[in-house]
Antibody
Framework: QVQLQESGPGLVKPLETLSLTCTVS?????????WGWIRQPPGKGLEWIGN???????FYSPSLKSRVTMSADTSKNQFSLRLTSVTAADTAVYYC???????????????WGQGTLVTVSS | SYELTQPPSVSVSPGQTASITCSGD??????VCWYQQKPGQSPVLVIY???KRPSGIPERFSGSNSGNTATLTISGTQAMDEADYYC??????????FGGGTKLTVL
């Protein structure tokens, strides 16, 4: 059974960089599927951030693309999110996800972490 | 940019059928999936590729997609089905896009 677990600071200052890590168990991230992040501001809906395939394609939200980087550490079976120049609008629960994608499209997110709240505040 | 529109809320009596719609331009040409999110929990995939159910999802959940509207149908709705439901699709301009969510109330 695939399990995903987010970790990282719960508080980030404005204009600094948000960094989160997702640890995956039950499946090797280098074996297939796409991996990525979705966020949910408190009391609001879901917003896709992006997905990547280790050693292959990357998809980023057009609205966040200039600030987002995703990477993987296969030795630890982890992947990471970096979001630069954060503002209060980036305050949200951040979920790491596994996605089923082709080389051009992602179709569904079939496994989710429990989520971690990141607050942007001075 | 591409948008998906859902009704903010839907109410249903226990045992009845609930239908939650998701509208978007030429949505029937795209794959749609649906997620259930209960308070304080992560979303769970309940329908993918328009009408497929992941392992472990009850048969009372079904989906359809045609024209500009996709529909999630819950037959014989139970109290445990009370949750927020989100549709999601992929568009060449916005990539992954979610609907705004529908709060299903089982009265």
């Amino acid at each position: 059974q695939v399990q995903l677990q987010e970790s990282g600071p719960g508080l980030v200052k404005p204009l600094e960089t948000l960094s989160l890590t997702c640890t995956v168990s039950g499946y090797s991230i280098s074996s297939g599927y796409y991996w990525g992040w979705i966020r949910q501001p408190p009391g609001k809906g879901l917003e896709w951030i992006g997905n990547f395939f280790h050693g292959g394609s990357t998809f980023y939200s057009p609205s966040l693309k200039s600030r987002v980087t995703m990477s993987a550490d296969t030795s630890k079976n982890q992947f990471s999110l970096r979001l630069t120049s954060v503002t209060a609008a980036d305050t949200a629960v951040y979920y790491c996800t596994r996605a089923y994608c082709s080389s051009t499209s992602c179709y569904e997110f079939d496994n989710w972490g429990q989520g971690t709240l990141v607050t942007v505040s001075s | 940019s591409y948008e998906l529109t859902q009704p903010p809320s839907v109410s249903v009596s226990p045992g009845q059928t609930a239908s939650i719609t998701c509208s978007g331009d030429k949505l029937g040409r795209k794959y749609v999936c649906w997620y259930q999110q209960k308070p304080g929990q992560s979303p769970v995939l309940v329908i993918y590729q328009d009408n497929k159910r992941p392992s472990g999802i009850p048969e009372r959940f079904s989906g359809s997609n045609s024209g500009n509207t996709a529909t999630l149908t819950i037959s014989g709705t139970q109290a445990m089905d009370e949750a927020d439901y989100y549709c999601q699709a992929w568009d060449i301009s916005t990539a992954a896009v979610f609907g705004g969510g529908t709060k299903l109330t089982v009265l």
